[in-house]
């Protein structure tokens, strides 16, 4: 990987590509002599470009999806105003410039040499693109997008026609992948050009649309068809590498965290209080502790310095609740929801991310300082569709026929989870990995699991469950529990905001500003609370009910 990425450096190095020369509010219609263009790109020049964008983008909107459902931390006591739309203007332009645009570009190319692979494989990535933008933003421009000159202001489409322009691209990308290519593709980062694994990622990205859209029947008839990610090893992720500079291809949130100046992030207080209060054997691999206490907890003071919220009190709605507020036991030092105070020198205290999924430090009691290099040196991965999620997707369903037909498909997906979650350990040389979970430690876990499930009080209670161990298995890519969250409301006891009035919560996000400011048909929202075409749920506030 990182031998492919060193290439890859010299591709870009040498201005075959610029992939953010048209973020501006003005259109250059002039041909850039730097751009890769059908005349004088090479074809795989373009996938390997469209590749690395679009793990990037899932990566980054992952991220934002996991800060709203409280797998990550989010910093803001407003939900209207947390996610400004110029932070959005990356995304854009990586979704149509450098993927979509590329895409399109690349397939005159490829249609002249017959390389159904790399086509195959572009549709399918441009399905999840096109979609994510749908699940994210609501109404997005498709069928008239990269048609300039002749349409310099297209028209958003309704996100039912573009889920429907998905499905009918992945049945043309399987079609493609069975078409027999010229060529293989020169760098499949993502399945090593094993093209059946690429059919199943297609299948199961049917499988999530599906579900959004309640079209039960066509989720079960794929699963009857077993063409689909159902173990780990067809997992559809990103391999990052270890470089620093020239290019960077560490995991984005190794490169945030892992400083000499330490981490810069904060962990969710939520995840780490509900994964350490059940002896989650993945609580050691999804973070590092640098610190053995936290100032409030154990017996240690509270320090106004390091920690300004251990000397005050609990909002009135966090103790009503028993929300944990500020300060965790065992030294899992966070944030809660929506904690908007300002940064104190706490980088080389607080939690920072672990060995999963970005390949930094396995937390093994040595509570030593975080620095540059340290760990897995962000050898990490990016989780797009994961065998472990299907299994939460077919309890979902199941519950059609009763919550209790849930069970053996969620007890699954956890099972899955933690043995990839476990060989993540090996990826920092230097842990001590006496402290990693044993098989009974596992079996204890899962055991407990099961055995809450059944002592549930209420169908209510089940479902919590289920959702909570969802949103744990997707560290690392909080697409599907924004998803989940919206589609189901559950968890409903999740942790609330600190702010006891946030707003509604987001049921969608504002479009990026350049894409509102520079298209005269795509109108900016007036609030967040515009809901996806599927979410035909109740409005917010009522509804996620944990908000």
């Known amino acids: ?104 570009d690349m397939n005159v190319l490829a249609a002249e040499a017959d390389l159904t692979n790399h086509i195959g494989v572009g549709q399918i990535i441009e399905a999840f693109t096109i979609t994510l933008l749908v699940d994210t933003f609501g109404n997005v421009p498709y069928s008239q997008a990269l048609q300039a000159p002749e349409v310099l202001n297209p028209t958003p489409d309704n996100g039912a026609d573009v889920y429907a322009a998905a499905l009918a691209l992945l ?44 079209n039960t029947a066509g989720f079960n008839s794929i699963i009857a068809g077993g063409d689909y990610i159902a173990d780990s090893a067809d997992d559809w992720q990103f391999q990052w590498g270890t470089n620093s500079v020239q290019p960077d291809t560490r995991h984005p949130n190794y490169g945030q965290n892992y400083t000499v100046t330490g981490g810069g992030d904060y962990q969710s207080i939520w995840l780490m209080n509900m994964m350490d209060t059940s002896d989650d054997p993945r609580i050691r691999y999804y973070f590092y502790r640098q610190n053995a206490t936290v100032p409030g907890s154990d017996g240690t003071d509270p320090n106004e310095e390091t920690l300004d919220c251990s000397l005050q009190a609990p909002p009135a709605h966090y103790a009503a609740g028993g929300f944990p507020f500020c300060t965790l036991p065992n ?91 476990m060989t993540f350990g090996s990826k920092d040389a230097g842990a001590d990995m006496s402290l990693a979970p044993d098989a009974a430690a596992v079996d204890a876990y899962i055991a407990a699991v099961d055995a809450a499930f059944d002592a549930a009080a209420t169908d209510e209670d089940r479902l919590n469950i289920w959702a909570e161990q969802f949103f744990i298995s997707l560290k690392g890519n909080g ?49 967040v609370t515009e809901q996806v075409f599927w979410d035909t749920n109740p409005a917010s506030p009522a509804f996620p009910v944990g908000n």
Not at 38 to 46: E, K, L, Q, R, W
Not at 183 to 212: I, R
Not at 497 to 507: D, Q
């Open 171 to 214: 049945d043309e990308a399987i079609a493609n992948l069975n078409a027999g290519s010229s060529a293989t593709m020169q760098n499949d980062f993502f399945y090593g050009n094993n093209y059946g694994k690429w059919t199943k990622a297609a299948n199961t990205l049917k499988l999530k649309l599906y579900l959004n859209t309640g």
């Open 331 to 421: 030294g899992y030092w966070g944030r809660n929801h929506g904690n908007d105070a300002g940064i104190p020198p706490d980088g080389l205290l607080r939690v920072a991310p672990g060995v999963y999924p970005q390949a930094g430090q396995f937390d093994d009691s040595s509570f030593g300082e975080i620095s540059l290099g340290t760990g897995g040196g962000g050898n990490g991965i990016t989780p797009i569709l994961l065998a472990s999620t299907v299994n939460f997707w077919q309890a979902e369903v199941a519950t059609a026929g009763g919550v209790a037909a849930a069970k053996p498909f969620m007890i699954e997906g956890i099972t899955k989870s933690i043995a990839k979650v």
């Open 1 to 104: 990987m990182k031998k492919i990425f060193k290439y890859l450096f010299f591709v870009f190095a040498g201005g075959a590509l610029l992939l953010n020369s048209c973020e501006t509010a003005e259109l250059d219609l002039t041909d850039n002599p730097n751009a890769l263009t059908p005349s004088s790109a090479d074809v795989n020049f373009y996938m390997n470009a469209i590749q690395e964008d679009f793990a990037r983008l899932v990566e980054s909107l992952g991220e934002t999806h996991a800060e709203v459902t409280r797998i990550e931390n989010m910093n803001s006591r407003d939900y209207q105003n947390a996610y400004s739309p110029a932070g959005f203007d990356g995304n854009w332009t990586s979704a149509y410039q450098g993927i979509l645009q590329n895409l399109k």
């Open 479 to 527: 697409i599907d529990a924004y998803n989940a969250y919206r589609r189901t409301g559950f968890p409903t006891n999740i942790e609330p905001n600190l702010e006891l009035n946030p707003g509604a919560f987001i049921r969608s996000f504002f479009y990026p500003a350049n894409a509102s400011s520079t298209n005269s048909n795509i109108q900016q929202k007036s609030t």
